[in-house]
């Protein structure tokens, strides 16, 4: 499975950017993830999506400001960010599981793409 993450910019507090994962045909039955990584701090969480779309997760400090979708027909998985904050500054990744559901853990995705970095100034 080949990930490949893209959108990210530079914007102010309040705005709204969608990153888009192109990934691959293979993964259409996976679990699909965004995780973000800001410099010196690990690895996170942000939202998760079933293979069908039929199950999300979100990390509780994006509750209600992210919604992850995925187009199966496009091999696309996106995020939506809205009312964008300053500590969502980091480099989004997105990844895959090889179960149909993932999960919150990274441990749980075998397939990972470069990431797009976001920046959010206030």
């Known amino acids: 499975v080949q990930l490949q993450a893209s959108g990210g910019g530079s914007v102010q507090a309040g705005d709204s950017l969608r990153l888009s994962c192109a990934a691959g045909?293979?993964?259409?039955?996976?679990?699909v993830a965004w995780f973000r990584q800001a410099p010196g701090k690990e690895r996170e969480f942000v939202a998760g999506?079933?293979?069908?779309?039929?199950?999300?997760d979100y990390a509780d400090s994006v509750k209600g400001r992210f919604t992850i979708s995925r187009d199966r027909t496009k091999n696309m998985v996106y995020l939506q960010m809205d009312s964008l904050r300053p500590e969502d500054t980091a480099r989004y990744f997105c990844?895959?599981?090889?179960?149909?559901?993932?999960?919150?853990?990274?441990?749980?995705?075998?397939?990972w793409g470069q990431g797009t970095l976001v920046t959010v100034s206030s």
């Open positions: 990844a895959a599981s090889r179960s149909a559901i993932g999960g919150s853990s990274r441990w749980q995705y075998q397939y």
């Open positions: 045909r293979t993964s259409s039955n996976n679990g």
């Open positions: 999506i079933s293979w069908n779309g039929g199950i999300t």
